[in-house]
């Protein structure tokens, strides 16, 4: 049975296609406005009678998650090494920068300077394993480093920089610059037809609004500033070499590629990752605390990469928000068509988010991006730029556009070299 065609058809380099491209950030920026403005203080959504709490603050902690997952795809995705350990790095950024920024009063981005090197350089040394081990016991291993972290920051020694059980406060307020027109931006807003309404009444933000404001759009930059690292670094030569090691270790090897070395490299940049987002988490939340960076976490970003996509880029934005809403709205569920009430009494919410994962693992193996891209693919195809003829050849036929998959996933599936 032949296919249909997809309705929009863009070949890159056209004024067509840029024109694509602009919409689809112009919609970005717009979403980014709508999180910002519209849901500053908590709101909720709701849905079948349930009321799922949504607020920029909680944002702002997904995209903590992202940046996390971000480091895992690096390592587990484009280089095939399962890691249960991002856990342990997302709790040494946080506590490193809670560190500096409470007691040494440094700027929380200077902080930056400090938490990333430290992070890869550990990352560095727990890659070393990686060398010569694999698979369950790679992932055991890794599993290990974050199981032992809660007790490390409570060890005697290192209580004058942790703050032991009792956690580490950190003062992190981002105060707005005064030339930037928040004020303007919510009235701008509100003026907008259909949606305006929900930007307030147009009288302006309180400081601590414009502080939580201020906040998510420095973590967001931050955050997409460590996405283009990442998106240039998978295609650049050393990307195409982590990918090649993932598909076969023994053909990179026979390639002159080095395992020892783009291995332990890919260890090393997904800590300092890990580091990032932990950083951008205990600025959100104001302090650091070892509940909050037990080995479930860890295993929390193996379940967002898992259920966004592996191997993606935007599987690491849909791991973060699935971690970072999901369990809480599951939790908040009460009432679910054709499901008798009494089943949602207690606490559900776990089975509900068990569930769930088993649904979308069976139904959308490759993760909610793989679902994703199948329906956009119905409706947009973007074509390659055709290249220009070389002198003296005539009437050569253009050339078909190819996938962009690559084989060799974690689970066997196919996985993204390029990533949107």
Known sequence: MATKSPKFLFTQGTNRYRAYKFAGFALLTLLILIVAFAYNDTGSITLFDNDYKFSITRVTKSISFMVAILGLQVVAGF???????????????AYVSAYLVADQDWAWFTSLLVVIPVCFLI????????????????ALVTLGMAAVFPSLI???????????????QVDSDFIPPSWLPLDGI?????????????????????????QRVWTFFLMTILALICFKVVSNLIKSRPGRAMRAIRDNETSAAVNGMSLAFHKTMS???ASALGGVGGMIY??????????????LISILFVVGMVVGGVGTLSGAV?????????PDWASSTQNLPGVPERWLQGPTGGLILGVGLIVVTFVLPGGIIAGVRKIRGRIVQVLPETPALMPGVAGAAPLEPVSAQ???GLDGGPTTADDD
């Open 406 to 408: 690559v084989s060799g």
């Open 79 to 93: 280089t095939g090494q399962l890691s249960l350990g991002q856990g342990f790095f997302f709790g040494t950024g």
């Open 318 to 326: 849909l791991g973060g928000l699935v971690i970072a809403f999901i």
């Open 186 to 210: 919510v009235d701008a807003l509100h003026t907008i037809p259909l949606i305006g309404q929900y930007f307030g009444e147009g009288e302006g933000l309180s400081s601590k609004e414009e």
């Open 282 to 295: 205990v600025a959100e939340l104001g302090i650091a605390s070892e509940g909050d960076f037990t080995q």
């Open 267 to 269: 260890f090393g940049v």
């Open 154 to 168: 409570k060890l005697d020694f290192l209580l004058d920089y942790t703050g032991g059980a009792a956690g580490k």
């Open 123 to 138: 990352g560095l040394l727990f890659g070393i394993p990686a060398l010569r081990i694999k698979g369950l016991y790679l």
